[in-house]
Nanobody, 120 residues
Framework: QVQLVESGGGLVQPGGPLRLSCAASGSILDIYTIYWYRQAPGKQRDLVALITSGGTTNYADSVKGRFTISRDNAENTVSLQMNSLKPEDTAVYYC??????????????WGQGTQVTVSS
């Protein structure tokens, strides 16, 4: 069982930065893809960014150039550096770890979420 704990959320002014962290309970980053999702009130949960076990990253168009996902395998953490924040970035941000084995089994774990509010 993998446990994920997000931290770093809070209130920030438009244009400001915020850094989220996702701490995993074990050494999983070399076999799991880690995703950051977000969900605003009344809206669906959307993918924000991902980093594969090989280090490949990908971003939603809405955050490209502003957000950066990175990982520290030694600390079992994945971070999401968010710059130039906009009010529309306000949401609960969730960390997700997922892998599919060669046999087709899927392992899928979620953190509890952390609130990010961008407001003046």
């Amino acid at each position: 069982q993998v446990q994920l704990v997000e931290s770093g959320g809070g209130l920030v002014q438009p244009g400001g930065p915020l850094r989220l962290s996702c701490a995993a309970s074990g050494s999983i980053l070399d076999i799991y893809t880690i995703y950051w999702y977000r969900q605003a009130p009344g809206k669906q949960r959307d993918l924000v960014a991902l980093i594969t076990s090989g280090g490949t990253t990908n971003y939603a168009d809405s955050v490209k150039g502003r957000f950066t996902i990175s990982r520290d395998n030694a600390e079992n953490t994945v971070s999401l550096q968010m710059n130039s924040l906009k009010p529309e970035d306000t949401a609960v941000y969730y960390c997700n770890a997922k892998r599919r084995t060669g046999g087709g089994a899927i392992y899928d774990y979620w953190g509890q979420g952390t609130q990010v509010t961008v407001s003046s």
